[in-house]
């Protein structure tokens, strides 16, 4: 990295993004991706999915046809709309969240109401807290045991119930940028949960002593063995890339079968649609930002920017006014109430939080301390490429 963040120029996400890659031309790989799609052939896409479908929908009906994991979110209420029209029989599968919110339950129950059959795994809450607050101190994300749960638990159901076919939302390689050559990667295979859904930097096998976890505490969070996944034939697919994919008009399409949206804008981001199950989506979100120097907003803002929804400069008025800021409350929840589950005080999750910031990308006094304001957020050095602000102030 350069002294300044450098950001893609069509979009407003900076070069410091895991995977990213900013081109010669100031474009982000995850811009381009999107500039390619207007060439996919949706009709023909649709077809290989029903051919998929078919060729895994039970011939008797005495099993399920495929299984969708759900959140209850937009993109979980679209997956199992769209399944259903094509005529699939699908058990839907939770994995229960680390703090769901209320409107988190409702709209899990708001699935149900879809008409389908439904599981709900929900692991140990007393281990879950050890390891959302292993995951926040060791490697500086509380959300860990989530994001490796929400892969391994329907990989388990489908096992168990033997139902090979699971059908995941988007891949999100494919609109948030990554490694060019799992845009088209459309078939889960073990590798690929193991690279993409799993390890995120702890091993569950590393968690074994800590804390007093024990193996068998960590069931709901380890892959079936490679000879009960063959047993099975468990495969996946990304609906996201056979049929077209856009997470406002999910909510919008969501909303016209119960999905319930937020009151207000959600805190650090700048919508009402998404993200609200977890009370601790604020810490994780913010995390992010102070690693990488950006958070939920920043994502938001260039997929409307990408879908030509709002401009570039609209795009970075948002990120200044949510971005980044100190996580006080989430869904309303205040931040002391989310810590205490954890047994973690506020003065000790401000020193976590300091320990895990990036301080290249934030402003620091003469004596390497970080300038914060009164509200505890932090600076970034440049919050758009330099030569544009230079030019703005210029014009200003
Ligand atoms: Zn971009």
Redesign the pocket.
């Known amino acids: 990295m350069s002294k300044y963040i450098k950001y893609?120029?069509?979009?407003?996400?900076p070069e410091t993004k895991p995977d990213l890659h900013?081109d010669e031309f100031g474009?982000?790989n995850?811009?381009r991706s999107f500039g390619d799609r207007h060439r996919v052939d949706w009709k023909n896409r649709e077809r290989e999915l029903v051919e998929i479908l078919e060729k895994y929908q039970s011939k008797n009906g005495e099993n399920w046809d495929c299984i969708i994991p759900v959140s209850g979110g937009k993109d979980s209420h679209y997956q199992t709309i769209r399944i259903l029209e094509f005529g699939m029989n699908p058990l839907c599968v939770t994995s229960t969240t680390c703090h769901l919110s209320k409107i988190g339950r409702k709209n899990i129950e708001s699935i149900k109401n879809l008409g389908v059959d439904y599981i709900e795994v929900s692991p140990n809450k007393l281990i879950r807290r050890k390891l959302n607050r292993i995951g926040l101190k060791y490697i500086g994300d509380i959300s860990w045991p989530e994001h490796v749960s929400i892969f391994t638990i329907p990989v388990r159901v489908a096992v168990q119930y033997n139902v090979p076919l699971i059908i995941w939302g988007e891949n999100s390689q494919n609109e948030y940028g990554g490694p060019a050559a799992d845009a088209a990667n459309r078939v889960l295979t073990r590798r690929w949960l193991e690279e993409f859904g799993g390890l995120l930097g702890l091993r569950v096998s590393d968690l074994i002593g800590m804390e007093d976890i024990k193996k068998k505490h960590l069931i709901p969070y380890t892959y079936p063995r490679d000879e009960e996944l063959k047993r099975v034939g468990v495969t996946g697919i990304f609906l996201g890339y056979y049929i077209p994919w856009d997470g406002y008009s999910n909510a919008l399409i969501a909303q016209g079968h119960g999905f319930n949206t937020y009151q207000t804008t959600i805190e650090g981001s700048c919508v009402n649609y998404e993200n609200l199950d977890n009370h601790q989506t604020g810490i994780h979100d913010y995390f992010k930002y102070l690693k990488f120097g950006f958070g939920r907003a920043t994502d938001i803002a260039?997929l409307h920017i990408?879908r030509g929804r709002i401009s570039r400069q609209d795009g970075l008025n948002l990120v200044k006014i949510h971005d980044g800021k100190f996580p006080w409350t989430y869904l309303g929840k205040p931040i002391e109430e989310i810590l205490k589950s954890l047994d973690i005080t506020l003065d000790e999750f401000i020193k976590i939080c300091d320990r895990f910031t990036n301080k290249k990308l934030f402003k620091c006094d003469s004596q390497g301390k970080l300038l914060k304001d009164k509200w505890g957020n932090l600076f970034k050095i440049n919050n758009d490429n330099v030569e544009q602000e230079l030019q703005y102030s210029i014009e200003g």
């Not at 893609?8 to 996400?13: G, Q, S």
């Open positions: 893609c120029r069509k979009c407003v996400i900013i474009v982000c995850a811009c260039c990408r």
